[in-house]
């Protein structure tokens, strides 16, 4: 199985995409097609200690930037490493694809290549958010700002799919994001969605959550708009490096609390890995008619790993074939 990364994609492309792919291809025996400049790509292989025969490189003459327009750069570079690396998804040569480059570009480049499933109106980007041990999966975090209430009905129908295909949750629960547990809670729009979801069929919806019970683990799925899933999970981002960073200053302040701090050590360190989002790779763009990753863009090799992994998964969990039988329009 042959997984497509875009080698270019990234602030630190190609060092660490091509480092990445080595170590999916050493430690995980992920077959990796490297997408870029075939003479760069090679000389970074070769700079890293590789063999540049081990990998099938696809060479796309161009790239696209991080602080290019998305929409227009993906239309005239056609030559783009994501576009090439697209259209090995297309045409079946790759199961999959992952990318850390310009997530507006990639995302563009999906629905212009591969475009969307039929009878789904919009994609959605969703990630695993670490706030209980298992993950809860949280749609959407940036593809959609302004949103119609059938929209976000898709987005727990593909959500509650991943769950259960991606996370083996069984009959996953599934809530939408409000300012208040009650059903009357929230804009017209909050209200209108909350009365769709209850009566729609196959997803185990458990009503609304608040911000502030997101932890408590009383749902897998989390459903937003992307306006305010993006601001809720970069807010959770944020805080996180606060309190690791106060924490370690404190830590570190004072010799006792370092003595401390060695004991901790081993107890704190399985919640750093769960809080890294290097850990989970990268998020999905669900609702096109493929499966693509988009890493973020200051990924490390370890992240562009995961990231790969975690599309080879998806792409063996018939998550796709899932999303097409239940919401693609026969």
Do not use: W
């Not at 760069?40 to 796309?60: C, L, N, W, Y």
């Not at 290549?113 to 999966?137: H, S």
């Amino acid at each position: 199985m042959l997984i497509a990364l875009d080698a270019m994609g990234g602030d630190f492309a190609p060092a660490e995409t091509v480092a990445g792919a080595i170590l999916a291809q050493q430690e995980l025996g992920i077959e990796v097609a490297l997408v870029g400049d075939r003479a760069i790509v090679e000389a970074e292989i070769k700079r890293q200690g590789g063999d540049p025969t081990s990998f099938q490189i696809m060479h796309a003459a161009e790239a696209i930037g991080m602080d290019e327009h998305p929409a227009q750069a993906v239309r005239t570079k056609k030559d783009a490493s994501i576009n090439v690396a697209m259209d090995l998804v297309k045409r079946g040569v790759a199961s999959s694809l992952v990318s850390a480059g310009n997530t507006g570009a990639v995302m563009a480049s999906a629905l212009l290549n591969l475009q969307r499933i039929p009878g789904i109106e919009r994609p959605a980007l969703g990630m695993v958010a670490p706030l209980t041990e298992r993950g809860i999966f949280v749609i959407d975090v940036g593809a959609n700002a302004d949103v119609k209430p059938s929209y976000l009905v898709q987005f727990a129908q593909m959500g509650s799919i991943y769950a259960e295909r991606m996370m083996h949750v069984r009959n996953p629960r599934v809530a939408l994001l409000n300012i208040g547990g009650e059903d009357s809670k929230g804009s017209e729009l909050m209200q209108d969605v909350h009365n769709r979801l209850r009566a729609t069929p196959g997803i185990n919806f458990i009503g609304n959550i608040e911000g502030g019970e997101v932890h408590k683990d009383r749902t897998d799925v989390i459903v937003t708009d992307g306006f305010t899933g993006n601001i809720a999970v970069k807010l959770v981002e944020g805080i996180a490096d606060f309190l690791f960073t106060e924490l370690r200053g404190a830590m570190t302040s004072k010799l006792q609390y370092k003595l401390a701090a060695l004991v901790l050590k081993p107890g704190l360190r399985p919640l750093g890995v769960r809080m890294d989002p290097g850990t989970y790779g990268g998020v999905p763009l669900l609702g096109v008619n493929g499966v693509v990753f988009i890493a973020h863009g200051n990924s490390d090799a370890k992240a562009i790993k995961n990231c790969i992994a975690r599309a080879k998964e998806a792409a063996t969990s018939g998550m796709l074939d899932s999303i097409r039988g239940s919401l693609g329009r026969k």
